[in-house]
């Protein structure tokens, strides 16, 4: 069975910083891209940010400059670092790979 369980969401003020992990289980994670989505209330699932097997990396043109993405292959987690954030970040944060995904987690950016 496959589990993609998300962690680090919270309320941050605008300009900080959050770090997202999800834990991997029940996949070939060293294998597999791993992708960020989120979604804010009222408002469709939109890409974020991936990683790749090879650790290259992908990122939504909203977030670039902004949010890294790494793999620990030996923990079977992707972690999402997000800086400077800004009110509109807030949404849900999914992990997913393949057809798989996590349940997400919340964070809101608001002072």
């Known amino acids: 069975q496959v589990q993609l369980v998300e962690s680090g969401g919270g309320l941050v003020q605008p300009g900080g910083s959050l770090r997202l992990s999800c834990a991997a289980s029940?996949?070939?994670?060293?294998?597999?891209?791993m992708v960020w989505y989120r979604q804010a209330a009222g408002k469709q699932r939109v890409f974020v940010a991936q990683?790749?097997?090879?650790?290259?990396?992908d990122f939504a043109d909203s977030v670039k400059g902004r949010f890294g993405i790494s793999r620990d292959n030996a923990k079977n987690t992707v972690t999402l670092q997000m800086s400077s954030l800004k009110p509109e970040d807030t949404a849900v944060y999914y992990c997913?790979?393949?057809?798989?995904w996590g349940q997400g987690t919340q964070v809101t950016v608001s002072s």
């Open positions: 029940g996949i070939p994670f060293h294998y597999s891209t």
């Open positions: 990683i790749l097997p090879d650790g290259s990396s």
């Open positions: 997913k790979t393949g057809a798989d």
